[in-house]
């Protein structure tokens, strides 16, 4: 764990597959007893999340002997098109939340921590890509990739939840921003999924 970096990212995203299938099955089981779309959108949306890491750590569990480049490159176009499903997912998700305008408001403590750990993800994102960098495993990239695309989404969410904790901007302006900051985002989850897609294997695995 301590000496092996890429035992501890993948290590890392089992962990967040975890969290991942049960907040897939959570808003699955609310979708259902709801009848709730936005629950269902929500579902997809994680469902997709838990797709793309089951795949990164099933092929590190069946691979842990002898690595194949190959098939690194098969889970990174795997991981490619399902980035770009999750982008129109997630965009589906923002159009229900903004028309139904639908967004969970937090006491003014839970709002900041909230805010702390977001940044926190961010910030140890900016970290790993920094520091890994160099190195070519493309298993890694995805991971890195994934951990991004998710640090993305959760930005959009804070800020709409800030919005409605707060309350310190104007219904309409907040309506404007969260819609930018929405296309802004799936916009970078779909460049991701392309970039992922189209990485060739002549050349180093880099970050966005």
Request: aromatic content about 12%.
């Amino acid at each position: 764990m301590i000496g092996e970096q890429r035992y501890r990212m993948v290590f890392a995203a089992a962990i967040s597959l975890s969290f991942n299938f049960l907040y897939a099955l959570y808003h699955g089981i609310l979708g259902v007893i709801h009848s709730s779309l936005w629950f269902s959108t929500m579902c997809a949306y994680y469902v997709i999340l838990s797709a793309m890491r089951f795949s990164v750590v099933l092929f590190e569990y069946k691979h842990k002997s002898k690595s194949s480049p190959d098939a690194e490159y098969f889970v990174m176009r795997l991981s490619g098109m399902l980035l770009i499903i999750l982008s129109f997912v997630l965009s589906g998700v923002i159009y229900i939340s903004l028309s139904q305008n639908i967004a969970v408001k937090y006491d003014e403590i839970l709002m900041i921590t909230i805010a702390a750990y977001t940044f926190f993800k961010i910030i140890m994102a900016i970290i790993k890509a920094v520091k890994q960098h160099k190195n070519p495993s493309p298993l890694l990239a995805v991971i890195r990739n994934i951990g991004y695309a998710e640090a993305a989404a959760s930005i959009l969410t804070l800020q709409r939840s800030m919005f409605v904790s707060f309350g310190t901007m104007e219904p309409t302006d907040a309506h404007i921003l969260n819609m930018s900051t929405g296309a802004a985002v799936c916009l970078y989850i779909l460049s991701i999924g392309i970039y992922l897609i189209i990485k060739r294997k002549n050349k180093k695995t880099t970050v966005i």
